[in-house]
């Protein structure tokens, strides 16, 4: 499957965007991930939701905030980002899997990611 993140750009604290993930090629409804790297830190989970349904997972830091979702006829999975902070500033990457038990948290369970969007949030 390949993936395309879009929907990234600056916004002002407390304001909202909304990400996308398109997913297109051989596919065969997995679960998909959204991660993000700020500067000079590691990539860190934001949220997952399994294609087939269930609860989603969502970081903490997230948890009220962001929402995630998918559009089963558009093959894309989306991420509301509602009352951003600053330090929510990242590149934001959508990531595929297919095999085994869901891991969410995992990167090592996703094989498919997309290119990264960029979300700027000032203060």
């Known amino acids: 499957v390949q993936l395309q993140a879009s929907g990234g750009g600056l916004v002002q604290a407390g304001g909202s965007l909304k990400l996308s993930c398109a997913a297109s090629?051989?596919?065969?409804?997995?679960?998909v991930g959204w991660f993000r790297q700020a500067p000079g830190k590691e990539r860190e989970f934001v949220a997952g939701?399994?294609?087939?349904?269930?609860?989603?997972y969502y970081t903490d830091s997230v948890k009220g905030r962001f929402t995630i979702s998918r559009d089963d006829a558009k093959n894309t999975v989306y991420l509301q980002m509602n009352s951003l902070k600053p330090e929510d500033t990242a590149v934001y990457y959508c990531?595929?899997?297919?095999?085994?038990?869901?891991?969410?948290?995992?990167?090592?369970?996703?094989?498919?990611w997309g290119q990264g969007t960029q979300l700027t949030v000032s203060s």
């Open positions: 090629g051989p596919f065969s409804r997995p679960a």
């Open positions: 990531a595929a899997g297919v095999s085994g038990t869901y891991s969410p948290r995992s990167e090592r369970w996703y094989d498919s």
């Open positions: 939701i399994r294609w087939s349904g269930g609860a989603p």
